[in-house]
């Protein structure tokens, strides 16, 4: 499958887990995306081990937590914390990532993508969902265009 063609299959799901949002809306770009997503019209849950409320929303501790399974997940944690959450993508048979990054590694690990590819999980490794959904805003059109000159969204 090419770039689009995962980026298509992400967005096509309908339950979307958003693993790294914050307690701190201000610092975290997981919480954009999370909000940007459920404005959308996804049902998304929330994953942080740490917090109980985010964005006004419940939050999970984790995917097995969550009242439906997602379908998707999309990984805004460190990337240390990447290769945990694909680990857990695979025991509860979620087999649809994507490891944000933008200018820098973001939250992709090279080592979750090994597993990844070892345990049939499509990972999408480069870019934003956020510069594909509907009604992106004009910086992440701009970051599309850049990212599709630049090569990294192949």
Not at 29 to 36: E, L, R, S
Not at 37 to 45: D, L, N, P, Q
Not at 66 to 73: D, H, M, R, S, Y
Not at 110 to 132: R, V, Y
């Amino acid at each position: 499958m090419n770039y689009q063609q995962k980026v298509e299959a992400f967005l096509s799901k309908k339950i979307i887990a958003v693993a790294g949002v914050s307690r701190n809306p201000q610092m975290e770009v997981g919480n954009a995306i999370y909000k940007k997503i459920k404005s959308a019209g996804y049902t998304v849950y929330p994953i942080n081990p740490s917090a109980e409320v985010v964005e006004g929303d419940k939050c999970y501790p984790n995917l097995k937590s969550t009242p439906q399974k997602a379908e998707a997940v999309l990984v805004t944690t460190n990337p240390q914390n990447s290769l945990q959450v694909v680990r857990e993508c695979s025991e509860v048979g979620i087999n649809l990532v994507w490891f944000h990054r933008s200018f820098g590694d973001g939250s992709y690990s090279k080592e979750a993508e090994d597993f990844c590819n070892a345990n049939g999980i499509t990972a999408i490794t480069a870019g934003c969902p956020m510069m594909h959904i509907k009604d992106a805003d004009f910086f992440h059109r701009m970051a599309k265009f850049f990212f599709r000159l630049s090569g990294k969204l192949k």
